[in-house]
């Protein structure tokens, strides 16, 4: 009733037959259900991928540009990398594999912070919010899933972390759908300990779903000083990082 539309139509949409579903219908029922912005945009995913065959625009041999490399390599002072909406590492600058060390250095390829979260024992030690961030990460391959549906790489990862993470598959069943765009992840440093980082993720447009992510902390905490001794340590693990950079993938 809220939505303005008839039980029989409500019911076909439930039941994932939003083919030829209208804006505006699809306005009326995020408003009834008081969807969030999450919930409202994978909504409107799944109605278009429920439409016709569109042209795949992703890219899997894309790389980011080069501008994009100048402005990853002149941040010095903080950690930085671009992602995809797999969660694959895409690059980072010298900061950015400092601190994702623990990611990087992981038995798992492609270098994917999901693929670490769920299946590298690791993790439960590195996020120091472990349970928030299984969550968030599996939310975050919800909602790509809804952008994405036919991504074989995306159905892959998908099907690997079900069948080797129990979290992985619980988490995946409650169908959750969540942003990932700035906030605080608190993590614990093999070298410098504990950090309190605030995040900004920012779009790249011009590539497709590719997000540069920065890690910063306010002057004068804890955290600030630890970022400055990561700075030192990564200066002498340099060469060391840039030989073991994974391969440029989108």
Do not use: C
Request: net charge negative.
């Amino acid at each position: 009733m809220l939505a303005g539309m008839s039980v029989d139509y409500y019911v076909r949409l439930e039941r994932g037959n939003l083919a030829g579903a209208s804006e505006s219908v699809l306005d009326a029922l995020a408003n009834a259900l008081q969807l969030d912005e999450a919930e409202r945009e994978y909504l409107f995913d799944l109605a278009r991928a429920a439409g016709p065959a569109r042209r795949n625009l992703k890219s899997g041999a894309e790389g980011i540009r080069p501008s994009v490399r100048q402005i990853l390599d002149a941040i010095t002072d903080a950690p930085a990398w671009v992602r995809n909406g797999r969660h694959d590492i895409i690059a980072a600058n010298v900061m950015g594999r400092a601190l994702y060390s623990p990611v990087f250095d992981g038995a798992h390829r492609p270098v994917n912070t999901a693929r670490f979260t769920f299946l590298d024992s690791a993790a439960k030690t590195f996020w120091r919010d472990f349970d928030r961030i299984a969550h968030d990460a599996a939310a975050m391959l919800r909602l790509e899933a809804g952008r994405h549906p036919h991504d074989p790489e995306l159905i892959k990862l998908i099907g690997e972390l079900s069948t080797q993470s129990e979290l992985f598959r619980q988490q995946w069943a409650s169908r959750d759908v969540k942003f990932h765009r700035s906030g605080v992840k608190r993590l614990h440093h093999p070298v410098v300990g504990d950090l309190d980082l605030d995040y900004e993720s920012m779009d790249l447009f011009g590539q497709q779903d590719l997000a540069l992510n920065v890690y910063t902390a306010r002057e004068g905490t804890t955290t600030s000083d630890a970022l400055k001794l990561l700075a030192s340590w990564a200066a002498d693990q340099a060469e060391h990082f840039v030989l073991e950079e994974s391969p440029t993938r989108n």
